[in-house]
């Protein structure tokens, strides 16, 4: 079974500083995606990154990156120069297609909170 | 603005009632996802539909039900209501991860509260 871990269930940064929220996946696929979600306090899901399995070079938006390590499994996060608004719940989830289409499997989330 | 609509955002009701929460996917896409957030908790995947067909089931409790209709928007509904079930449910739907990521777009959420 497709299965993601987060094993940070809270997290502090100090502002301005870096953080890496942990992501671990569970897959027997070849071909998958792997997304990072931002659920701030007001509730909506936010698309923050994307890393397909076929791609070579970690994906960047902005002040996100996905350190991808596809041998170990592992889809990190990457927030550099955290910011008070980067305070939110982060959700890793995974991407497959089967015979019945797409579907997505989420983390259990990491709660960030960035200190001023 | 993700492009998919969520009504009503908010719904008080007591236990035993029966409530219907309708989301509309963004224009094109053909897929659509409820999952369901209690307190402080993930996202709970309960059921998907796949142009108007029903793809893949979660832990979705035998009193919900959903169905997505021919203009591919979607209801969930939720009868013999109980305390438990008050929670945020997320209606996503996706596209063909062809020229896009083929990432989910969330709708805002239906907060439901049963009294």
């Known amino acids: 079974a497709q299965k993601i871990t987060q094993t940070q269930p809270g997290m502090f940064v100090q502002e301005k500083e870096a953080v890496t929220l942990d992501c671990t996946y569970d897959?027997?696929?070849?071909?998958?995606?792997l997304f990072w979600y931002k659920q701030p306090s007001s509730g909506e899901m936010i698309f923050l990154i994307y890393q397909g399995s076929y791609d070579e070079q970690n994906a960047t938006e902005g002040r996100y990156s996905l350190n991808f390590q596809k041998a170990r499994k592992s889809a990190n996060l990457v927030i550099s120069a955290s910011q008070l608004g980067d305070s939110a719940m982060y959700f890793c989830a995974m991407r497959r297609t089967d015979n019945y289409g797409q579907n997505f499997v989420f983390g259990p989330g990491t709660r960030l909170s960035v200190l001023p | 603005d993700s492009g998919v609509t969520q009504t009503p955002k908010h719904l008080i009701t007591a236990t035993g009632q029966r409530v219907t929460l309708r989301c509309s996917p963004r224009s094109g896409d053909l897929s659509v996802y409820w999952y369901q957030q209690s307190l402080d908790q993930g996202l709970q995947f309960l059921i998907q539909y796949y142009n108007g067909e029903e793809r893949a089931k979660g832990n979705i409790l035998e009193r919900f039900s959903a169905q997505q209709f021919p203009d591919l928007h979607s209801e969930l509904n939720l009868s013999s209501l109980e305390l438990g079930d008050s929670a945020l449910y997320f209606c996503?739907?996706?596209?063909?991860?062809?020229?896009?990521?083929?990432?989910?777009?969330f709708g805002e959420g239906s907060r439901l509260t049963v009294l």
């Open positions: 897959t027997s696929d070849q071909s998958y995606g």
């Open positions: 996503a739907s996706s596209g063909l991860a062809l020229a896009n990521t083929g990432e989910l777009f």
